[in-house]
């Protein structure tokens, strides 16, 4: 087979996990925007290296003629959550897409791996339009939280260094570590929510001051700079306190004051003095 084969082969699986690295981030976004907290911490794609694809039709005996049908995880998607429940919200959320239909499921959070790997694994059908016409590929979707990702990408390393020979002292470290892991997540789960509180506010935060500060620059071209330079020393002094109520009343204020102006500035003034408007 040879390099220029390998190409035309492995595009379609490019083009998937492009596409659904894409439509997770979109989602993403979304959550965002609606100020609603996403299950989805961080999410990045694949495509299994030659090496990798032959190390395992090697190992698996499976003959390369088969390598489509048998290899299913030549388009690899990985999405990193913050706590276990969030694995649940995330499967369901896939479960109910069009685009992606479920092939098998391999629950190795519940079930936890001998290794101590722990992740849950779905691979699904997604269709591809190429030159040649749609094609439907599988596609391996892990999903793990941040301390099962660390542990596996340690693992991960330490198998390749071992040729997936790890010596017993190191694999004893590693099955301490995935029970501390375990305990990990369990006790992010138990203050989940207070976690999940703290982060939309700061969210809402970030969102409410890049609209005023977007705001505040759309009053450059319509009020008097110290006018400007009044209203801005006044809204420092509200983001010190971090108090979302004054935040809000400052922004419906300043919505306000640039309403005011842009009216002023349609009238137009004739050249007398524009009206000045406080904050208060
Ligand atoms: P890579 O380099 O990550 O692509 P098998 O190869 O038999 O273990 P199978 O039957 O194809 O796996 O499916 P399974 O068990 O769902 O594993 C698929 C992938 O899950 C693996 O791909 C790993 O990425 C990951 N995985 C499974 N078990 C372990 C484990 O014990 N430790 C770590 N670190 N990862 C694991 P590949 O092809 O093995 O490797």
């Not at 084969?5 to 979109?26: G, S, T």
């Not at 990798?52 to 998607?77: C, F, N, Q, T, Y």
Request: net charge positive.
């Amino acid at each position: 087979m040879d390099i220029l084969l390998w190409n035309q082969i492995l595009h379609p699986y490019e083009i998937a996990v492009r596409e659904i690295v894409y439509k997770f981030d979109r989602l993403k976004t979304e959550y965002q925007m609606n100020g609603r907290y996403c299950p989805i911490e961080e999410v990045s794609g694949r495509v299994k290296s030659i090496s990798s694809i032959l190390d395992k039709l090697h190992r698996k005996e499976i003959p390369i003629d088969k390598m489509e049908k048998k290899v299913e995880d030549i388009a690899g998607i990985r999405i990193i959550c913050q706590f276990v429940e969030d694995i649940e919200q995330i499967v369901e959320l896939i479960e109910s897409r069009e685009d992606m239909k479920v092939r098998t499921v391999k629950d190795y959070v519940k079930f936890q791996k001998e290794s101590g790997y722990r992740s849950f694994h779905m691979i699904i059908t997604y269709r591809v339009e190429t030159l040649n016409g749609p094609k439907k590929i599988p596609v391996e979707i892990q999903i793990r939280t941040m301390g099962m990702d660390f542990w596996a990408t340690i693992e991960h390393s330490l198998q390749y260094k071992y040729k997936r020979d790890i010596p017993e002292h190191v694999r004893l470290r590693l099955t301490k570590a995935a029970e501390a892991v375990g305990a990990l997540d369990s006790e992010m789960s138990a203050v989940r929510s207070e976690i999940m509180d703290a982060q939309l506010s700061s969210q809402l935060l970030h969102h409410m001051v890049a609209e005023i500060l977007c705001a505040l620059e759309n009053l450059y071209t319509i009020a008097p700079k110290r006018e400007i330079q009044k209203i801005q020393d006044e809204f420092y002094r509200v983001y010190q306190r971090k108090d979302m109520n004054a935040l809000r009343k400052f922004h419906r204020q300043l919505d306000m004051i640039s309403q005011g102006y842009r009216t002023q500035k349609m009238t137009n003034t004739g050249g007398k003095e524009p009206q000045k408007y406080d904050i208060t």
